[in-house]
């Protein structure tokens, strides 16, 4: 299911009700994700022209001249071997992993061939921070056939935890207007340093996200986790976060919950179960957690209530309003193409033929591009209500997979959460 919901939800106790269950599992997480912010990110990586081995720290960037009078500037003690290059620029890394008490944060970063031409890009990051360009192994390089490459960063405590980071050329001949706007921010906030041309500059996107995907006969999700800090330690409580989340949809950073500082008193809900976390390895290499037994669960929409408010649009391009479906039982059914089956289809049609007098259908697809949704509305010839759902609706209806289906009574009060149009028509027989 695309753009599925998260149910995440920390407790500092569990219920005296829950038991835990006796099988610890374990999911290895190998992937590099990115969430939807890191996805939009424009964060630009700047390039200053190198004139002198005295480098002014990134912390003063945009400080004013009186202020950096105080601080000393950065002394690069050695540099590394650069024969047969030229136009030497330099840039600054966030990478946390390896700070130390002179310079904390960012990694002094010097960049050969830094114009484009066809000539090899290289970068020489400073990766233990000590300002010495000779013990720092040999560079990264980027060749002009390359529009991007990944940055490794290893953690200078851990040696197996590592800090990724994918940069990537700015394009020639597009986004003029705001390639200006970032050229007159840089330049006005760059100090003594020289800024050189945009189009030399890097787009910068944190890889910091390590993904997997837990499966079993009855469910499956994707858990992750994020180091919000930068510096490679996947598990830092109060610090890094945690997420459970639909299998191969775009992670949503606002889904994301701080880890505890006891990571066992993280629990998550999913398609009503309830898990409590057991360990993240440092490095985010796997995750383990348990199901608890007989859960309490506190994320579900509650059988009795009336269901919250939202709007929708249906398939003729109208929005809609729940509160019009009212005086009849309303049956609203969340579907996608890949999940739709014969047996569903084939009852939608028989509910709707007969009984759409009595019943009210709303019948949301989740997911799917809005114009194939419609191609299969004509060609397939649906008379059954076809509308779309939002991110936003499915996170009302706590809505983790597909497809799935809820009934209400005349006053729009939840009688049943999880029902399939089968079901509801044998319901309709009686």
């Given at each position: 299911?695309?753009?599925?919901?998260?149910?995440?939800?920390?407790?500092?106790?569990?219920?005296?009700?829950?038991?835990?269950?006796?099988?610890?599992?374990?999911?290895?997480?190998?992937?590099?994700?990115?969430?939807?912010?890191?996805?939009?990110?424009?964060?630009?990586?700047?390039?200053?022209?190198?004139?002198?081995?005295?480098?002014?720290?990134?912390?003063?960037?945009?400080?004013?001249?009186?202020?950096?009078?105080?601080?000393?500037?950065?002394?690069?003690?050695?540099?590394?071997?650069?024969?047969?290059?030229?136009?030497?620029?330099?840039?600054?890394?966030?990478?946390?992993?390896?700070?130390?008490?002179?310079?904390?944060?960012?990694?002094?970063?010097?960049?050969?061939?830094?114009?484009?031409?066809?000539?090899?890009?290289?970068?020489?990051?400073?990766?233990?921070?000590?300002?010495?360009?000779?013990?720092?192994?040999?560079?990264?390089?980027?060749?002009?056939?390359?529009?991007?490459?990944?940055?490794?960063?290893?953690?200078?405590?851990?040696?197996?935890?590592?800090?990724?980071?994918?940069?990537?050329?700015?394009?020639?001949?597009?986004?003029?207007?705001?390639?200006?706007?970032?050229?007159?921010?840089?330049?006005?906030?760059?100090?003594?340093?020289?800024?050189?041309?945009?189009?030399?500059?890097?787009?910068?996107?944190?890889?910091?996200?390590?993904?997997?995907?837990?499966?079993?006969?009855?469910?499956?999700?994707?858990?992750?986790?994020?180091?919000?800090?930068?510096?490679?330690?996947?598990?830092?409580?109060?610090?890094?976060?945690?997420?459970?989340?639909?299998?191969?949809?775009?992670?949503?950073?606002?889904?994301?919950?701080?880890?505890?500082?006891?990571?066992?008193?993280v629990y998550f809900e999913w398609?009503?179960?309830?898990?409590?976390?057991?360990?993240?390895?440092?490095?985010?290499?796997?995750?383990?957690?348990?199901?608890?037994?007989?859960?309490?669960?506190?994320?579900?929409?509650?059988?009795?209530?009336?269901?919250?408010?939202?709007?929708?649009?249906?398939?003729?391009?109208?929005?809609?309003?729940?509160?019009?479906?009212?005086?009849?039982?309303?049956?609203?059914?969340?579907?996608?193409?890949?999940?739709?089956?014969?047996?569903?289809?084939?009852?939608?049609?028989?509910?709707?033929?007969?009984?759409?007098?009595?019943?009210?259908?709303?019948?949301?697809?989740?997911?799917?591009?809005?114009?194939?949704?419609?191609?299969?509305?004509?060609?397939?010839?649906?008379?059954?209500?076809?509308?779309?759902?939002?991110?936003?609706?499915?996170?009302?209806?706590?809505?983790?997979?597909?497809?799935?289906?809820?009934?209400?009574?005349?006053?729009?009060?939840?009688?049943?959460?999880?029902?399939s149009p089968k079901e509801v028509?044998?319901?309709?027989?009686?």
């Amino acid at each position: 299911m695309r753009n599925n919901i998260l149910l995440l939800t920390l407790a500092l106790c569990a219920s005296f009700a829950q038991g835990f269950g006796q099988t610890e599992i374990t999911v290895t997480l190998t992937d590099r994700m990115q969430d939807d912010k890191i996805a939009k990110s424009l964060a630009i990586l700047p390039v200053y022209k190198y004139e002198s081995p005295n480098i002014e720290p990134f912390t003063l960037f945009g400080i004013d001249e009186k202020e950096k009078e105080s601080q000393p500037p950065l002394v690069i003690k050695q540099l590394p071997k650069m024969e047969g290059m030229r136009d030497t620029g330099y840039t600054y890394i966030y990478f946390s992993g390896a700070n130390n008490e002179v310079n904390q944060g960012y990694c002094l970063t010097l960049i050969g061939n830094f114009k484009r031409s066809r000539s090899t890009v290289y970068f020489f990051v400073d990766r233990n921070n000590n300002f010495d360009f000779s013990d720092d192994g040999p560079p990264d390089s980027l060749t002009y056939m390359q529009e991007d490459f990944i940055l490794k960063l290893t953690n200078q405590a851990n040696s197996a935890a590592q800090h990724h980071i994918k940069l990537s050329r700015i394009k020639y001949g597009k986004n003029y207007a705001y390639k200006k706007l970032l050229t007159k921010h840089f330049k006005k906030h760059s100090g003594n340093k020289v800024f050189v041309n945009i189009n030399y500059c890097y787009r910068e996107q944190r890889l910091n996200t390590l993904g997997g995907v837990f499966r079993s006969e009855a469910d499956s999700f994707t858990i992750a986790v994020k180091d919000m800090n930068n510096d490679g330690i996947f598990n830092e409580s109060c610090m890094d976060k945690f997420y459970v989340g639909g299998v191969g949809e775009q992670i949503h950073t606002e889904e994301m919950a701080l880890i505890l500082p006891e990571i066992r008193d993280v629990y998550f809900e999913w398609n009503k179960k309830r898990y409590r976390l057991k360990s993240i390895d440092p490095t985010g290499s796997e995750v383990t957690f348990e199901e608890i037994n007989n859960p309490v669960l506190a994320k579900q929409l509650e059988v009795g209530k009336r269901l919250p408010e939202f709007s929708f649009i249906n398939i003729e391009n109208q929005k809609e309003d729940l509160k019009k479906y009212k005086k009849k039982p309303t049956f609203i059914f969340f579907w996608d193409e890949a999940t739709l089956s014969d047996e569903d289809t084939m009852y939608l049609r028989k509910l709707h033929k007969l009984y759409h007098d009595q019943l009210h259908i709303i019948t949301l697809n989740y997911g799917d591009n809005q114009r194939n949704v419609r191609k299969f509305h004509y060609y397939d010839q649906i008379k059954w209500p076809v509308a779309f759902a939002s991110y936003q609706i499915g996170k009302l209806f706590y809505l983790e997979s597909l497809n799935r289906g809820f009934l209400t009574n005349k006053k729009l009060k939840l009688a049943n959460d999880d029902i399939s149009p089968k079901e509801v028509f044998l319901l309709m027989e009686e």
